[in-house]
């Protein structure tokens, strides 16, 4: 069983930066894929960015040149650097890990709040 906590979320103004945190621990082997997804009130779940075991890294389009993301196998940690935070990056943010052995196994953070306001 793979438990997964966040951490760094809060209030920052438009332009400011934050870095969001992701401890793992459990079952952290084999091929997997890490992520951070984001659920803003009244709307989906949408992913905001992901990093494999092996590297491969994807963003959303909203996201890139913006946001960071980056892991430390060593540590078991996911982290979200994000800078120039905009109004409509605000959303709870959650950690996703997602391992796959032949079928896939999907976990979740609790969340993290980012609110951006002025």
């Known amino acids: 069983q793979v438990q997964l906590v966040e951490s760094g979320g809060g209030l920052v103004q438009p332009g400011g930066s934050l870095r969001l945190s992701c401890a793992a621990s459990g079952g952290i082997f084999g091929y997997n894929v890490m992520g951070w997804y984001r659920q803003a009130p009244g709307k989906q779940r949408d992913m905001v960015a992901s990093?494999?075991?092996?590297?491969?890294?994807n963003y959303a389009d909203s996201v890139k040149g913006r946001f960071t993301i980056a892991r430390d196998n060593s540590l078991n940690t996911l982290y979200l650097q994000m800078n120039s935070l905009k109004p409509e990056d605000t959303a709870v943010y959650y950690c996703?890990?997602?391992?796959?052995?032949?079928?896939?196994?999907?976990?979740w953070g609790q969340g993290t709040q980012v609110t951006v306001s002025s």
């Open positions: 990093i494999t075991s092996r590297g491969t890294i």
């Open positions: 996703h890990f997602k391992l796959i052995i032949g079928q896939e196994y999907n976990y």
